[in-house]
């Protein structure tokens, strides 16, 4: 039997507003016995505190509960991105899959998914912590059918973060951790994350990677990675996101890496390849092809943008993080017509400097 991926785009007028996902439910758009995640864009600060993330979790998986036995609502990975900083719209993107007896007709999207385990408070932001991503990435890859890595697009990725409580926990047991910094704890997280899956896709070298390069070595990235951190989890829950000609359905995907927060180009090419026009903002009959478009967002550490300043790290109200979501947003809103994009911040190690990786879905041309 052929596996169809399905991915659904839905407005949500607060962090727990699952009405639309339900009515896509009760109308028969979705079954819900083939949702295998669901990232949301949710208000929020994206920081320590931002418990949004963890109200739209709940509610998230309250609402799959009624619809599916506790065990399987937990198998679903709940990426939640909080911060929807400028004209960004909060969203929810709904991944599904299902058996189908439609052949494949060429390469389609296809889509894997796993859970790690629990990960100690001491190994975040450690080789450990890089080790047991790119075991994940691996088995969610198998999930997917996917065996080349140059098949896989995006892989999206929770981890969690250091709270007081977590790092009392790990020194109670005669352990260290990375830092005792709560904030710096979320890009340490980030950080590993990102490195593991450059692991798992062959991009960097296992045994270039050290304790003392991690959040701050920026020559060693992945072009495919998006890792997220929370307070509302413990392990990582880990999405890949890739082609399969195993895969049938009208679905299909590719990637590209914005060297800067600007660097729309890159998106632009990867748009084409997908068969749309693309040469300035996308038409509306195009904006109807376009299902998700997925991107990372990061203050470059030299403080410059294409060599003019930017404060975007020395403002200390508001954190980077926000200021670069809406930065690119409002970039790539300009390009694809719309503002219903999943911009998450924080990008250490995820494309260069500055820049990050960017996943476009759409349905196939023609």
């Given at each position: 039997?052929?596996?169809?991926?399905?991915?659904?785009?839905?407005?949500?007028?607060?962090?727990?507003?699952?009405?639309?996902?339900?009515?896509?439910?009760?109308?028969?758009?979705?079954?819900?016995?083939?949702?295998?995640?669901?990232?949301g864009?949710?208000?929020g600060?994206?920081?320590?505190?931002?418990f949004?993330?963890?109200?739209?979790?709940?509610?998230?998986?309250?609402?799959?509960?009624?619809?599916?036995s506790?065990?399987?609502a937990?198998?679903?990975?709940?990426?939640?991105?909080?911060?929807?900083?400028?004209?960004?719209?909060?969203?929810?993107?709904?991944?599904?899959?299902?058996?189908?007896?439609?052949?494949?007709?060429?390469?389609?999207?296809?889509?894997?998914?796993?859970?790690?385990?629990?990960?100690?408070?001491?190994d975040?932001g450690?080789?450990?912590?890089?080790?047991?991503?790119?075991?994940?990435?691996?088995?969610?890859?198998?999930?997917?059918?996917?065996?080349?890595?140059?098949?896989?697009?995006?892989?999206?990725?929770?981890?969690?973060?250091l709270?007081?409580?977590?790092?009392?926990?790990?020194?109670?047991?005669?352990?260290?951790?990375?830092?005792?910094?709560?904030?710096?704890?979320?890009?340490?997280?980030?950080a590993?994350?990102?490195?593991?899956?450059?692991?798992?896709?062959?991009?960097?070298?296992?045994?270039?990677?050290?304790?003392?390069?991690?959040?701050?070595?920026?020559?060693?990235?992945?072009?495919?990675?998006?890792?997220?951190?929370?307070?509302?989890?413990?392990?990582?829950?880990?999405?890949?996101?890739?082609?399969?000609?195993?895969?049938?359905?009208?679905?299909?995907?590719?990637?590209?890496?914005?060297?800067?927060?600007?660097?729309?180009?890159?998106?632009?090419?990867?748009?084409?390849?997908?068969?749309?026009a693309?040469d300035?903002?996308?038409?509306?009959?195009?904006?109807?092809?376009?299902?998700?478009?997925?991107?990372?967002?990061?203050?470059?550490?030299?403080?410059?943008?294409?060599?003019?300043?930017?404060?975007?790290?020395d403002?200390?109200?508001?954190?980077a993080t926000r200021?670069?979501?809406?930065?690119?947003?409002?970039?790539?809103?300009?390009?694809?017509?719309h503002?219903?994009?999943y911009?998450?911040?924080?990008?250490?190690?995820?494309?260069?400097?500055?820049?990050?990786?960017?996943?476009?879905?759409?349905?196939?041309?023609?």
């Amino acid at each position: 039997m052929t596996r169809r991926a399905s991915v659904h785009r839905i407005a949500a007028a607060a962090p727990d507003d699952v009405s639309g996902i339900e009515a896509a439910i009760a109308d028969g758009r979705i079954d819900p016995a083939g949702i295998v995640a669901i990232f949301g864009k949710t208000e929020g600060n994206g920081c320590v505190n931002d418990f949004a993330r963890g109200f739209a979790t709940q509610s998230l998986g309250l609402m799959l509960q009624r619809h599916m036995s506790a065990a399987e609502a937990h198998a679903v990975c709940l990426v939640m991105s909080g911060g929807t900083e400028g004209g960004m719209s909060p969203h929810w993107t709904v991944f599904e899959r299902r058996e189908t007896t439609e052949a494949p007709n060429g390469v389609a999207l296809a889509i894997g998914r796993t859970r790690t385990p629990v990960l100690p408070f001491g190994d975040l932001g450690r080789v450990a912590e890089v080790d047991m991503v790119a075991e994940g990435v691996r088995a969610a890859m198998a999930d997917a059918g996917i065996t080349d890595p140059a098949d896989v697009h995006f892989v999206q990725i929770k981890c969690p973060l250091l709270t007081l409580q977590r790092i009392g926990e790990a020194e109670a047991k005669g352990e260290t951790v990375a830092t005792r910094d709560t904030l710096k704890s979320m890009g340490l997280s980030r950080a590993a994350s990102a490195l593991g899956v450059a692991v798992a896709l062959g991009e960097i070298a296992r045994d270039q990677i050290t304790d003392d390069k991690i959040a701050t070595d920026w020559s060693l990235w992945s072009g495919r990675a998006s890792c997220s951190s929370g307070i509302e989890l413990l392990d990582h829950e880990i999405v890949v996101l890739g082609s399969s000609p195993a895969w049938a359905g009208p679905l299909v995907i590719d990637h590209a890496v914005m060297a800067d927060g600007i660097d729309v180009e890159p998106v632009r090419a990867a748009l084409r390849r997908l068969g749309f026009a693309a040469d300035g903002q996308l038409s509306p009959a195009e904006r109807g092809r376009l299902v998700a478009l997925l991107s990372k967002a990061e203050a470059s550490h030299d403080g410059k943008i294409r060599g003019h300043r930017h404060t975007m790290l020395d403002d200390s109200d508001i954190s980077a993080t926000r200021h670069a979501r809406a930065f690119v947003s409002g970039a790539l809103a300009g390009l694809v017509g719309h503002a219903e994009i999943y911009v998450s911040g924080g990008a250490e190690h995820q494309g260069p400097d500055g820049g990050g990786p960017v996943a476009v879905i759409a349905t196939r041309a023609g």
